[in-house]
């Protein structure tokens, strides 16, 4: 099996956690893989990752799509998404099912919230994100992993090629950040694709949105609920 990685990212590469991490899983890992990414890039996500994807879809099996400041720190990461890539089409980390499309448009919330029961997979975080920081971390759990879902979290996508290529799938590209991941599963589904997640063991470097008030997201939020709801 052929495995890449990719991440862009507004910063020189080897300052990212996405790099840093992968190049140690790189000296541990049975399995040898490939990193690509773009440098000081100033275009939105879904571009990008359709690009790598028109570009290495028919030479590697499964494409990985991460967000930069994610720490990758499992050996045995390809060995985990050639084995849940048995039962998915795209591979996450944390997602939800029975999402009903609403504001606030983020997708824990339109899977329930934590009380819900709708939500699956796990995810580390720092447990301080401002100074004074320490080397602790929380663990983030959704709920029970692998399991399948409906939408997924775009911090750490997956995909299968000849799925892709036998459907056509591709990320949403009407959304750069806000909703790229949401909008991109919901799409997914419609090409019957299944979609699941699976624990990596990863810490994510944030805290997701900030401010809900912040007008990018709010315009994205408009326009993903016009065309899904």
């Not at 994807?53 to 930069?68: A, C, G, M, R, V």
Request: with cysteine.
């Amino acid at each position: 099996m052929k495995i890449a990685f990719y991440f862009c990212t507004r910063k020189q590469a080897d300052q990212t956690l996405t790099h840093q991490s992968l190049s140690q899983v790189f000296k541990k890992s049975f399995y040898k893989f490939n990193i690509f990414y773009d440098a000081n890039n100033e275009k939105g996500l879904s571009e990008n990752y359709n690009k790598i994807l028109n570009q290495y879809k028919t030479e590697f099996d499964y494409l990985i799509f991460l967000h930069d400041d994610l720490i990758v720190d499992d050996a045995n990461v390809c060995e985990k998404i050639i084995q849940a890539h048995k039962e998915y089409d795209i591979v996450g980390l944390a997602g939800g099912i029975n999402p009903v499309i609403e504001k606030p448009a983020l997708w824990h919330l339109m899977c329930g919230g934590f009380q819900g029961g709708n939500l699956r997979g796990a995810v580390a975080h720092p447990a301080s994100l401002t100074p004074p920081q320490t080397n602790q971390i929380f663990m983030t759990s959704f709920g029970p992993t692998p399991a399948r879902v409906a939408i997924l979290d775009g911090l750490f996508l997956s995909v299968n090629t000849k799925r892709i290529i036998e459907t056509g799938w591709k990320f949403n590209e009407n959304y750069k950040f806000h909703h790229y991941d949401i909008a991109s599963s919901l799409d997914a589904n419609s090409k019957k694709l299944k979609l699941g997640v699976t624990p990596i063991w990863v810490v994510h470097s944030s805290p997701g949105l900030l401010n809900p008030g912040d007008s990018s997201f709010l315009q994205s939020q408009e326009k993903f609920i016009q065309e899904y709801s």
